[in-house]
């Protein structure tokens, strides 16, 4: 009888384990598309303030083969951040943050500007160089 329960017991344990490895291959197997090449990027995340007429920051570097996640909130009207060669742009109101993310897959120096023309006279000002290394 005590056999028996012991060999009860060792059999229990080992379907659990098995069970438990199942799920684990079985839940690794549905993060799948992050094996595919194109997938989940580590993310970079950088916080943008704009004012009339700047950023906060004027030279941003970032890792290159991350995504980056820009955070850009304002200090006065609405302004926006925009790489046209990245396809980004997105404005921030007062009060309100934007984000936009995007990958960034190879090393290269962009501008990054204002996108809300109406931001004021200095509008034009609003650049800044964006440097993937
Ligand atoms: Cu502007």
Redesign the pocket.
Same mark, same amino acid.
């Given at each position: 009888m005590q056999a028996k329960q012991i060999g009860l017991l060792i059999g229990s344990v080992v379907v659990a384990a098995l069970v438990a490895y199942a799920i684990g291959t079985v839940g690794l197997g549905g993060d799948g598309p992050q094996d595919g090449g194109g997938g989940n990027l580590p993310e970079y995340h950088i916080y943008l303030q704009a004012r009339q007429f700047a950023f906060n920051q004027t030279s941003i570097q970032v890792p290159v083969d991350h995504r980056i996640v820009v955070h850009l909130t304002t200090a006065d009207v609405a !302004?926006?951040f925009g790489v046209s060669e990245l396809g980004v742009d997105i404005v921030a109101s007062p009060g309100q943050e934007a984000v936009a993310s995007f990958d960034v897959t190879s090393p290269g120096t962009y501008t990054f500007r204002?996108?809300?023309?109406y931001?004021?006279s200095g !509008?034009p000002l609003?650049t800044g160089t964006l440097i993937v290394s």
């Open positions: !302004h926006g204002c996108t809300e023309p931001c004021g !509008h609003m």
